[in-house]
């Protein structure tokens, strides 16, 4: 009760001159969200009421580190995110003052594996994305470190080109994704693995080899587009929004047999298919100017709607009926619940 007290009173004192040392929204974050909360940011800011929010690309994990870490003008107000926040994180959150937090799901995303249009389109499935990138994989019924070099050593069908994913890090919501939806998926096809229990299981499945097949690329995907330009025969892996953005040099590989598209993604089946979020620091709601207004524009039909100005960017809209239910809670400040 105490440090119930304390903590309020902390952040009471932090927020008492947030107006006067802030008066723009601050954002960080993910990557994949990135251009479209910056799209968002410019159209608000244009209407000359607020100032245009700063929009930091930091990745969705580092984002929510920054977002936890407090309340007051020195702390982000909004996180973009292309993962759920984990309950870890809520935990971290509340143990600085910060209670109530209001999800904001603003579309769908797929996750790529994406090459060079010099090079011809892949045809994987989550079973082979595993064996190309998981540390130890089966052999005649053992774990054994990943011995496959090349595509064809995994299916003779696919190319002899030596295996090199180039992939976010560990701080990347987009690598959360790709591990659980992806990784996690493929590895359990394997009686060798559905024979693992616990940590030993997890280990297995979600740790990717350490050898040069997998090269960890930083937060930046457009790095990663220009290095698929670079070489040709690598492979890329990060949200749709940037295939459908360069599709003039990029096409992406089959997953499944499905290919990653606005249709196939929103209804679910393209297999590496996710949501999207926006996190929103309730505390700051009335203190720091325009939060309220910034997440109305951002859930309005224009920006996140079925023909918004996001679209456009290759963010997957919500349904219209889901849409119009997020968009009410998210302007109610509906804090998440445990």
């Given amino acids: 009760m105490i440090k119930s007290l304390f903590l309020a009173a902390a952040a009471a004192v932090a927020m008492s001159g947030a107006a006067e040392a802030r008066d723009q929204i601050r954002i960080v974050g993910s990557s994949t969200v990135f251009p479209f909360t910056s799209a968002v940011a410019e159209q608000f800011g244009s209407a000359g009421k607020f100032n245009t929010p700063v929009v930091e690309s930091t990745g969705t994990g580092g984002g929510i580190k920054l977002f936890c870490a407090g309340i007051g003008p020195d702390h982000p107000d909004i996180v973009n995110a292309s993962r759920e926040i984990k309950d870890s994180e809520v935990k971290s959150c509340a143990e600085a003052g910060i209670t109530e937090i209001t999800e904001v799901k603003i579309g769908y995303d797929g996750i790529v594996l994406a090459t060079s249009k010099e090079h011809p389109p892949l045809s994987l499935n989550q079973e082979k994305i595993w064996l190309a990138l998981a540390k130890e994989v089966p052999v005649n019924g053992q774990l054994v470190a990943n011995p496959y070099r090349t595509w064809a050593d995994i299916d003779p069908s696919l190319p002899a080109d030596k295996i090199e994913v180039l992939g976010p890090p560990p701080t990347?919501?987009?690598?959360?994704?790709?591990?659980?939806?992806?990784?996690?998926?493929?590895?359990?096809?394997?009686?060798?693995?559905?024979?693992?229990?616990?940590?030993?299981?997890?280990?297995?499945?979600?740790?990717?080899?350490?050898?040069?097949?997998?090269?960890?690329?930083?937060?930046?995907?457009?790095?990663?587009?220009?290095?698929?330009?670079?070489?040709?025969?690598?492979?890329?892996?990060?949200?749709?929004?940037?295939?459908?953005?360069?599709t003039d040099k990029l096409h992406a590989a089959l997953v499944g047999d499905v290919a990653p598209t606005f249709e196939t993604i929103s209804d679910g089946s393209y297999p590496v298919s996710r949501s999207l979020y926006i996190y929103v620091k309730n505390a700051h709601v009335g203190v720091i100017p325009g939060i309220k207004e910034f997440v109305a524009e951002y859930m309005s039909d224009r920006a996140s709607g079925e023909e918004g100005y996001l679209i456009d960017k290759g963010l997957i809209p919500l349904p219209a009926a889901e849409h119009e239910t997020v968009g009410v809670a998210a302007m109610a400040l509906q804090p998440l619940t445990n």
Avoid: M, W, Y
């Fill in 172 to 246: 990347s919501g987009t690598r959360d994704a790709f591990v659980e939806l992806a990784l996690d998926k493929g590895c359990a096809k394997f009686p060798e693995i559905e024979a693992l229990e616990g940590d030993a299981k997890k280990a297995a499945c979600q740790t990717i080899r350490e050898d040069g097949a997998f090269i960890e690329a930083g937060e930046n995907d457009n790095l990663i587009v220009n290095k698929l330009a670079a070489n040709p025969r690598a492979v890329g892996v990060f949200g749709f929004g940037f295939l459908d953005q360069n």
